[in-house]
C-alpha cells in the first residue's frame, strides 16, 4: 500500500508516557517513553513535555521525519472531566499531533479496556500507580468504578500498598498495630534512621504519589515472607478491586455467562502473591467471571481507538500485526 495513514495511540500515566505510531494495515512503526503526563500530580507544561518527547522517541524509531498524524487517540490518566478533555486536547492540538477533527481524548481504563479485549465488550481492571475498573457494552453504554485519584480513592493501588506500608509503620512504632518486618523496611527505603522522622518526611519535605507508590514492591516482598499485616493489607486492597469489578458489572447488566475481565497495570502482575488473592477476590464477588489476559497493550489499545476514528474496524488480521509489533 503506497503511503499509508499513519495514527498515533498515547497511553499517559501517573508513572510514565507511551506513544506509538500505527500504520491503517495495522503495522507498527515505531514506539517512544517518556515521564509522567498526569497532569493532575505534574501539571499541564510537565504532562506536554512528556508527551512530546515520547512521541519524538517514536518517530525516531520509526525513521521518518515527525509529522502530523492522521489520527490521534490519548488515553490519560487522571481524565474524567471534559475540562480534563479539553485540556489535553489543547496539548495535542499544540503538538499538531493530528488534524483537531481526529484528536480523541479519553480516561486510561478506555485503552486499557480496548486493548485487553480488542474491541470486545467487557471490564479491565487497572492495578498501578492508581487503581480504576472501567466497563463498556458493544452499544456503547458504559460505567467506570474507581479513579477518583489517591485522596479520595486508589484503593488495591501502589500508592495505597505504600500509604499502608508507612500506616503499618508508626502503628507498629506506637503499639496499636501488630508486629511488622514494613517497619524496618521502610525506614531502610526513605534512608531514615527512627520512624519519627517519616513526619518530617512525608508532610515537611512532601513525598509525591509516585514516591509513596514506590514502598509498594516493599509490601509485596514482605509479604512472601509471611508477613501478617503486609498479607491483611494485600487482602483487604484486592477485596476492594473486586468490589468495582463487581459494581460495573452490575450497572452495565452484562450477561451472566459472559462477562469478560481484563486485569493490567504493574501491581497487579508484581507476583503469585498479589496476583492470586485479587483473582480469588474477583471470583468471589462474581462467580461467571471470566478473566482474560490482555491481548494488547494499554498503548496499542489507544492506536486501535484512533483506527476505529477513521473506520478501520479491528480484524483478526489487524490485530494480529499490533500484537506481533508490540512484541518487538
Not at 500504520?23 to 513535555?49: F, H, I, K, M, Q
Not at 520509526?62 to 474524567?80: H, I, K, N, Q, T
Request: hydrophobic share 40%; aromatic share 4%; charged share 20%.
Amino acid at each position: 500500500m503506497n503511503n499509508p495513514r499513519i495514527v498515533a495511540g498515547v497511553d499517559g500515566g501517573g508513572t510514565n508516557t507511551r506513544v506509538v505510531l500505527v500504520t491503517e494495515d495495522g503495522a507498527v512503526l515505531g514506539t517512544g517513553v517518556a515521564g509522567p503526563s498526569n497532569y493532575d500530580d505534574v501539571g499541564v507544561d510537565a504532562a506536554r513535555e512528556s508527551i512530546q518527547h515520547a512521541l519524538h522517541e517514536a518517530w525516531l524509531e520509526a525513521g521518518e521525519p515527525p509529522r502530523s498524524c492522521d489520527a490521534v487517540f490519548l488515553g490519560m490518566a487522571g481524565v474524567v472531566s471534559e475540562i480534563d478533555r479539553t485540556t489535553i486536547c489543547k496539548i495535542a492540538v499544540e503538538l499538531r499531533m493530528a488534524p483537531p477533527r481526529q484528536i480523541g481524548v479519553d480516561h486510561d481504563i478506555r485503552i486499557s479496556l480496548a486493548g485487553s479485549l480488542a474491541g470486545e465488550e467487557g471490564i479491565t481492571l487497572i492495578v498501578g500507580t492508581g487503581s480504576s475498573c472501567y466497563g463498556r457494552r458493544v452499544n456503547g453504554r458504559e460505567w467506570r468504578a474507581g479513579g477518583w485519584g489517591h485522596l479520595l480513592d486508589d484503593v488495591g493501588s501502589g500508592y495505597y500498598l505504600g500509604l499502608q506500608a508507612m500506616i503499618a509503620a508508626v502503628r507498629d512504632t506506637d503499639g496499636r498495630g501488630l508486629p511488622t518486618a514494613l517497619s524496618q523496611c521502610v525506614l531502610a527505603h526513605l534512608k531514615l534512621t527512627d520512624t519519627q522522622d517519616i513526619m518530617r518526611r512525608l508532610y515537611h519535605d512532601g513525598m509525591s504519589r509516585a514516591e509513596i507508590a514506590a514502598l509498594a514492591p516493599l509490601m509485596i516482598e514482605v509479604a512472601v515472607t509471611g508477613d501478617e499485616v503486609a498479607r491483611e493489607i494485600i487482602a483487604q486492597g484486592v477485596d476492594e478491586l473486586a468490589l468495582m469489578v463487581k459494581t460495573v458489572a452490575e450497572k452495565l447488566e452484562f450477561p451472566p455467562d459472559k462477562i469478560l475481565v481484563s486485569v493490567t497495570g504493574g501491581v497487579a502482575h508484581s507476583g503469585p502473591i498479589y496476583k492470586e488473592p485479587l483473582y480469588a477476590a474477583i471470583r468471589r464477588r462474581v462467580p461467571t467471571v471470566q478473566i482474560v489476559e490482555p491481548k494488547l497493550s494499554p498503548v496499542l489499545g489507544a492506536a486501535l481507538l484512533a483506527l476505529e476514528s477513521l473506520g478501520i474496524k479491528p480484524t483478526i488480521n489487524l490485530i494480529g500485526l499490533l500484537q506481533r509489533g508490540g512484541r518487538q
